[in-house]
């Protein structure tokens, strides 16, 4: 009783704190603090000096301060209240709030995996505040990784990276190797805090293998007709690797491929193949495999030892390596050196340290060229510049570029040759899976760039080069040398640049190159291109950045990237940003240009930009900014001197009425007068929310020009999945006229309608508005595809695409069917065709189309009859050139392979082509060429086999027959390996199908081999 009444007394004479515990670790943003002291007294809470609440204390001696807003960090509260002898007393409590994720701590500062495709490292990664306390509310964390793979499935599939689910402040990331040697950085995310671990691939240890033939053959009498005097072909399908021993013909083919480790360190692949030079004339119009398997099962190709060459070999030992074969330069790390070109040759790489060197050499009578195509809202074709093209060394991407700095690229997508999209090497062009928009949602344009080499009538020439990359302490320094030998004088290019990070809040980056080439005139050409950059971040808060760039109008580099928007041009600018919190934030940027191209005018063009967003409360977010826009074209007599001008104040309002509906106000007014580059606009805007993932959009814009324009933009902003590109905006009306475009508009949306069925919609009407961006040309695309992809045994796709300009009208149509009819038959079929019409030139067309058909007969279950067969029929037509042309082909293939008995196999072959070739008014003709063909192989025991081939070969309209037969006998001296004697009855010869020729009538001796490691024992 005597101690209560102690308590009692103190309560009066002072304040008690109660809740929360001093020194107390939260993570709420909203708290609560209960205080005791005299009844009836007012009481004042402080919240780091700053009032925050007041009350009366009850009468039971507390009074709690309830849902109070505090700041995150260190925070000290202070309650106040008069006590005992009319004192004012105070309670304190000293906490910290937990703040957002600002600093990610792994167990581990590295990854290091073998690069076989299945060996896994787990790490740990704990979040922590920027006070280095634990947060524990964070739920979602996101990981971002390229070539390995992660252990844990993502739990979000609809936000771009994967998303791992976090608990108690920590989570885990089970990484899995790649399948090729290299390094990469994962980029991990939690909020605004980020992480990069860096994870190599090295070289891992795998079983040596080696599987390979030899076929060989000895004439035993020179044939009389000298023209044919070698043994071209014996029943294995041999090459052109005729020579003579003496006086007698041999021929044979040699084939094998290994892989494995020596020496437990390094890693060897190599290939050969002597009849991989050999062209098929047939089946080049149609490769099954390239075009689109059809296997009827899930076989998978893989190409590891690619070459154009008959011999490739690597070897590697981690990040070094040597390449002899095709190999892809890869000197992508700068701007200005950038070198980007596909070689067969040699190639090689050391790195140690930090320290790597990289090089190569080849002789090549090829020239190499760099297309940027822009977008039209379909998915072609698009044309590439050059014909001719150099089978497999197309690389093609997707770059979107700043509108106002296209030297800025802001997205860059690789694209996969078959998966998306479709390329003829012999006339260049390309045709896409999905449309290739012209601009993106903030109207920024689309590019097709595409890199490949072509053939020429040069002899062959040398190239090489040689790229250093390493580190001095924090700098980073790299340096490269390319020369290709040309007549008559040599293209060289050398650079060097640089990154110094200082601290961790300043960076400098700087690059040099220069090039010296030839013009039409061979005169020799040296071009200088040069930038340095600045990065100043103090705070999380504050970002300043500067840069100086200069490209002189002789700088000539293919293989950089948006080079003819460079060439000719001196750019200074700044880019500033300073948030405030929740006083907003401030984003500035200024820039000058010149652009001389050494014609009769030069452009300059000066702007300066400052935005303020401020967001008044939870449901209000108000914008202001200045523009000061200014471009000036001057003739080189500076007479002509056209100058546009704007100085535009921006206002901007949005109101969140309820968790669905939205509206926003707009006003731009352009202050300067006669010529401008944007015009006087209002606009008011709403907004709804569907769902969670779709939302319409309703905006109404007016133009103040002469003749007050209004636009009215609807849209549909959708996101289904990680693979919506996106936005869109849909002007009705508009702006357009002689000199004033209507805004670049667009609308990508991708509805799933069921888990199985996928529709994609994609609509644009491009044009440009302010003169200082990148044009875009008028036009107008549509485009509607579906994809149906259920589990059951038929999958289909399809779509159709519109689209128009000044000039022309394009249309696209693509059908495409995939039937299981039973187990072991599968049908294919494919409908593509596209067509253009001349608007001003009244009946010219373009039509290109095919039609495919295949079918697959391959029984899981038994193994008696395997087939496949594939028809397709190939047009191209053109009027609107002269004289007029049609090209079209008709190509069948089936192959089978019928086990008749236990010991009797016998193989079919039908083979067709049909080719129209017309030049109105000039030539017409019609070739047809087919193929029979018959292989009967029959096992007497199991060391002696007979075998018997016949072949015909009839071309029309010459109607000349050709026919071959040949009968060999082969006894097996061990497992894999044959000897045997053939005669040939009758020689055949032909350029379509020129791997089967029959090229002499005598008897020879055949020796053939199979070879692996059980042949040998290696296990």
Same mark, same amino acid.
Request: aromatic share 10%; charged share 25%; with cysteine.
């Given at each position: 009783?005597?101690?209560?009444?102690?308590?009692?007394?103190?309560?009066?004479?002072?304040? %008690?704190?109660?809740?929360?515990?001093?020194?107390?670790?939260?993570?709420?943003?909203? /708290?609560?603090?209960?205080?005791?002291?005299?009844?009836?007294?007012?009481?004042?809470?402080?919240?780091?000096?700053?009032?925050?609440?007041?009350?009366?204390?009850?009468?039971?001696?507390?009074?709690?301060?309830?849902?109070?807003?505090?700041?995150?960090?260190?925070?000290?509260?202070?309650?106040?209240?008069?006590?005992?002898?009319?004192?004012?007393?105070?309670?304190?409590?000293?906490?910290?709030?937990?703040?957002?994720?600002?600093?990610?701590?792994?167990?581990?500062?590295? /990854?290091?995996?073998?690069?076989?495709?299945?060996?896994?490292?787990? %790490?740990?990664?704990? #979040?922590?505040?920027?006070?280095?306390?634990?947060?524990?509310?964070?739920?979602?964390?996101?990981?971002?990784?390229?070539?390995?793979?992660?252990?844990?499935?993502?739990?979000?599939?609809?936000?771009?990276? /994967?998303?791992?689910?976090?608990?108690?402040?920590?989570?885990?990331?089970?990484?899995?190797?790649?399948?090729?040697?290299?390094?990469?950085?994962?980029?991990?995310?939690?909020?605004?805090?980020?992480?990069? #671990?860096?994870?190599?691939?090295?070289?891992?240890?795998?079983? =040596?293998?080696?599987?390979?033939? +030899?076929?060989?053959?000895?004439?035993?009498?020179?044939? &009389?007709?000298?023209?044919?005097?070698?043994?071209?072909?014996?029943?294995?399908?041999?090459?052109?690797?005729?020579?003579?021993?003496?006086?007698?013909?041999?021929?044979?083919?040699?084939?094998?491929?290994?892989?494995?480790?020596?020496?437990?360190?390094?890693?060897?692949?190599?290939?050969?193949?002597?009849?991989?030079?050999?062209?098929?004339?047939?089946?080049?119009?149609?490769?099954?495999?390239?075009?689109?398997?059809?296997?009827?099962?899930?076989?998978? $190709?893989?190409?590891?030892?690619?070459?154009?060459?008959?011999?490739?070999?690597?070897?590697?030992?981690?990040?070094?390596?040597?390449?002899?074969?095709?190999?892809?330069?890869?000197?992508?790390?700068?701007?200005?050196?950038?070198? !980007?070109?596909?070689?067969?040759? +040699?190639?090689?790489?050391?790195?140690?340290?930090?320290?790597?060197?990289?090089? =190569?050499?080849?002789?090549?009578?090829?020239?190499?060229?760099?297309?940027?195509?822009?977008?039209? &809202?379909?998915?072609?074709?698009?044309?590439?510049?050059?014909?001719?093209?150099?089978?497999?060394?197309?690389?093609?991407? /997707?770059?979107?570029?700043?509108?106002?700095?296209?030297?800025?690229?802001?997205?860059?997508?690789?694209?996969?040759?078959?998966?998306?999209?479709?390329?003829?090497?012999?006339?260049?062009?390309?045709?896409?899976?999905?449309?290739?928009?012209?601009?993106?949602?903030?109207?920024?344009?689309?590019?097709?760039?595409?890199?490949?080499?072509?053939?020429?009538?040069?002899?062959?020439?040398?190239?090489?080069?040689?790229?250093?990359?390493?580190?001095?302490?924090?700098?980073? +320094? &790299?340096?490269?040398?390319?020369?290709?030998?040309?007549?008559?004088?040599?293209?060289?290019?050398? &650079?060097?640049?640089?990154?110094?990070?200082?601290?961790?809040?300043?960076?400098?980056?700087?690059?040099?190159?220069?090039?010296?080439?030839?013009?039409?005139?061979?005169?020799? $050409?040296?071009?200088?291109?040069?930038?340095?950059?600045?990065?100043?971040?103090?705070?999380?808060?504050?970002?300043?950045?500067?840069?100086?760039?200069?490209?002189?109008?002789?700088?000539?580099?293919?293989?950089?990237?948006?080079?003819?928007?460079?060439?000719?041009?001196?750019?200074?600018?700044?880019?500033?940003?300073?948030?405030?919190?929740? =006083?907003?934030?401030?984003?500035?940027?200024?820039?000058?240009?010149?652009? !001389?191209?050494?014609?009769?005018?030069?452009?300059?063009?000066?702007?300066?930009?400052?935005?303020?967003?401020?967001?008044?409360?939870?449901?209000?977010?108000?914008?202001?900014?200045?523009?000061?826009?200014?471009?000036?074209?001057?003739?080189?007599?500076?007479?002509?001197?056209?100058?546009?001008?704007?100085?535009?104040?921006?206002?901007?309002?949005?109101?969140?009425?309820?968790?669905?509906?939205?509206?926003?106000?707009?006003?731009?007014?352009?202050?300067?007068?006669?010529?401008?580059?944007?015009?006087?606009?209002?606009? *008011?805007?709403?907004?709804?929310?569907?769902?969670?993932?779709?939302?319409?959009?309703?905006?109404?814009?007016?133009?103040?020009?002469?003749?007050?324009?209004?636009?009215?933009?609807?849209?549909?902003?959708?996101? *289904?999945?990680?693979?919506?590109?996106?936005?869109?905006?849909?002007?009705?009306?508009?702006?357009?006229?002689?000199? *004033?475009?209507?805004?670049?508009?667009?609308?990508?949306?991708?509805?799933?309608?069921?888990?199985?069925?996928?529709?994609?919609?994609?609509?644009?009407?491009?044009a440009t508005i302010d003169s200082l961006e990148v044009p875009t040309p008028d036009h107008n695309a549509?485009?509607?595809?579906?994809?149906?992809?259920?589990?059951?045994?038929?999958?289909?796709?399809?779509?159709?695409?519109?689209?128009?300009?000044?000039?022309?009208?394009?249309?696209?149509?693509?059908?495409?069917?995939?039937?299981?009819?039973?187990?072991?038959?599968?049908?294919?079929?494919? #409908?593509?065709?596209?067509?253009?019409?001349?608007?001003?030139?009244?009946?010219?067309?373009?039509?290109?189309?095919?039609?495919?058909?295949? $079918?697959?007969?391959?029984?899981?279950?038994?193994?008696? =009859?395997?087939?496949?067969?594939?028809?397709?029929?190939?047009?191209?037509?053109?009027?609107?050139?002269?004289?007029?042309?049609? *090209?079209?082909?008709?190509?069948?293939?089936?192959?089978?392979?019928?086990?008749?008995?236990?010991?009797?196999e016998l193989g079919l072959r039908f083979a067709l082509r049909r080719l129209l070739d017309e030049e109105?008014?000039?030539?017409?003709?019609?070739?047809?060429?087919?193929?029979?063909?018959?292989?009967?192989?029959?096992?007497?025991?199991?060391?002696?086999?007979?075998?018997?081939?016949?072949?015909?070969?009839?071309?029309?309209?010459?109607?000349?027959?050709?026919?071959?037969?040949?009968?060999?006998?082969?006894?097996?001296?061990?497992?894999?390996?044959?000897?045997?004697?053939?005669?040939?009855?009758?020689?055949?010869?032909?350029?379509?199908?020129?791997?089967?020729?029959?090229?002499?009538?005598?008897?020879?001796?055949?020796?053939?081999?199979?070879?692996?490691?059980?042949?040998?024992?290696?296990?």
């Open positions: 009783m005597v101690w209560v009444c102690t308590v009692l007394v103190q309560v009066r004479a002072q304040m %008690i704190p109660i809740s929360p515990q001093n020194e107390e670790v939260i993570e709420k943003r909203r /708290i609560s603090m209960t205080v005791a002291g005299k009844a009836g007294a007012k009481t004042w809470l402080y919240v780091n000096n700053v009032p925050a609440d007041s009350g009366e204390i009850r009468i039971d001696g507390q009074y709690d301060f309830l849902n109070i807003p505090v700041p995150v960090g260190p925070v000290e509260l202070r309650a106040e209240a008069m006590g005992a002898g009319n004192r004012i007393y105070q309670a304190v409590r000293r906490v910290h709030i937990v703040g957002d994720p600002d600093t990610l701590i792994p167990d581990v500062d590295h /990854i290091e995996l073998p690069a076989d495709n299945k060996s896994r490292k787990s %790490i740990n990664v704990k #979040i922590y505040d920027a006070w280095g306390y634990p947060i524990q509310r964070v739920k979602i964390a996101t990981v971002q990784i390229s070539r390995g793979k992660l252990g844990q499935a993502d739990i979000d599939s609809l936000t771009p990276g /994967i998303q791992v689910p976090v608990e108690a402040g920590a989570f885990d990331i089970t990484v899995i190797a790649a399948s090729a040697v290299g390094k990469e950085n994962m980029g991990i995310r939690v909020n605004e805090a980020r992480l990069s #671990i860096p994870v190599k691939y090295n070289t891992p240890f795998t079983k =040596f293998i080696l599987v390979g033939s +030899l076929d060989a053959a000895v004439s035993a009498f020179e044939s &009389g007709d000298k023209d044919h005097g070698t043994p071209r072909f014996t029943l294995a399908d041999w090459t052109h690797q005729e020579g003579k021993a003496g006086d007698v013909p041999v021929s044979g083919r040699l084939a094998f491929y290994a892989k494995g480790s020596l020496l437990e360190k390094y890693q060897v692949t190599a290939s050969y193949d002597s009849r991989r030079t050999r062209d098929n004339q047939l089946f080049r119009d149609l490769d099954p495999d390239k075009q689109y398997a059809l296997y009827g099962d899930a076989s998978t $190709l893989v190409y590891d030892a690619q070459t154009q060459s008959k011999f490739f070999g690597r070897i590697e030992r981690n990040q070094s390596y040597l390449v002899a074969g095709d190999f892809n330069t890869r000197f992508r790390a700068t701007e200005f050196a950038k070198y !980007d070109r596909s070689f067969t040759g +040699l190639q090689g790489s050391i790195s140690y340290g930090g320290q790597s060197v990289t090089g =190569f050499a080849t002789l090549n009578d090829r020239s190499m060229t760099l297309d940027e195509i822009r977008g039209e &809202g379909i998915s072609g074709y698009y044309y590439l510049s050059a014909s001719r093209i150099t089978l497999n060394t197309d690389k093609v991407r /997707i770059e979107v570029r700043d509108r106002y700095h296209p030297e800025i690229l802001l997205d860059s997508d690789e694209k996969t040759r078959y998966v998306d999209y479709d390329i003829n090497f012999v006339d260049g062009t390309l045709m896409f899976k999905q449309p290739v928009p012209s601009v993106d949602g903030d109207g920024n344009p689309v590019y097709i760039v595409a890199v490949y080499e072509y053939q020429t009538d040069a002899s062959k020439n040398l190239i090489g080069g040689l790229r250093y990359e390493g580190t001095a302490g924090r700098l980073k +320094l &790299g340096s490269t040398f390319v020369t290709e030998e040309k007549q008559p004088s040599n293209f060289y290019m050398t &650079g060097a640049d640089a990154v110094l990070p200082v601290t961790k809040w300043l960076e400098f980056k700087g690059e040099f190159a220069q090039t010296r080439n030839q013009d039409f005139s061979q005169n020799a $050409l040296t071009g200088n291109a040069w930038m340095t950059e600045a990065e100043f971040k103090p705070y999380k808060s504050v970002l300043l950045s500067g840069y100086v760039r200069k490209v002189d109008q002789d700088f000539l580099n293919p293989s950089q990237t948006g080079s003819r928007f460079e060439v000719g041009t001196e750019k200074a600018g700044s880019r500033q940003s300073l948030d405030f919190g929740r =006083f907003g934030r401030i984003r500035s940027e200024f820039y000058r240009q010149m652009t !001389d191209m050494g014609t009769i005018n030069e452009t300059h063009v000066r702007v300066v930009n400052s935005v303020y967003e401020y967001a008044i409360n939870k449901k209000t977010s108000a914008k202001l900014g200045y523009g000061d826009a200014e471009r000036r074209n001057v003739g080189k007599d500076t007479i002509d001197v056209k100058e546009y001008r704007s100085r535009m104040i921006r206002g901007q309002i949005s109101h969140n009425w309820n968790d669905k509906l939205s509206a926003e106000f707009e006003h731009e007014q352009n202050l300067a007068e006669g010529k401008t580059t944007l015009p006087t606009g209002t606009s *008011l805007g709403l907004t709804y929310a569907w769902s969670e993932k779709i939302r319409f959009f309703l905006k109404q814009r007016l133009l103040n020009t002469d003749s007050r324009h209004t636009q009215t933009i609807l849209g549909i902003d959708s996101k *289904l999945n990680r693979s919506t590109q996106m936005t869109g905006k849909y002007e009705i009306g508009g702006a357009a006229g002689e000199h *004033l475009n209507r805004a670049t508009i667009g609308l990508r949306n991708q509805w799933a309608v069921r888990k199985d069925l996928m529709l994609n919609f994609a609509f644009e009407s491009t549509l485009s509607v595809s579906m994809e149906y992809l259920p589990d059951k045994p038929w999958k289909s796709s399809g779509k159709f695409e519109l689209s128009r300009d000044k000039i022309m009208e394009k249309q696209v149509i693509a059908l495409g069917s995939e039937f299981r009819i039973r187990d072991g038959l599968s049908m294919i079929g494919r #409908i593509e065709s596209a067509a253009a019409t001349y608007l001003k030139t009244s009946g010219d067309v373009w039509n290109r189309g095919q039609v495919q058909l295949g $079918l697959a007969y391959r029984p899981e279950q038994q193994d008696v =009859f395997n087939g496949i067969a594939k028809v397709q029929l190939l047009t191209d037509k053109n009027t609107h050139v002269a004289p007029k042309t049609r *090209l079209d082909r008709l190509i069948v293939s089936s192959h089978g392979f019928w086990q008749v008995t236990r010991n009797c109105s008014g000039f030539f017409s003709s019609i070739t047809t060429t087919t193929l029979y063909s018959a292989r009967a192989d029959y096992y007497w025991n199991r060391r002696w086999t007979t075998g018997l081939d016949v072949r015909l070969v009839r071309l029309s309209p010459v109607k000349q027959m050709k026919s071959g037969a040949a009968a060999e006998a082969g006894y097996v001296l061990r497992q894999n390996m044959l000897v045997g004697l053939g005669y040939i009855f009758k020689q055949m010869e032909d350029p379509d199908f020129s791997y089967m020729e029959y090229g002499y009538s005598n008897v020879y001796l055949v020796f053939r081999m199979k070879f692996s490691e059980n042949i040998f024992d290696w296990r």
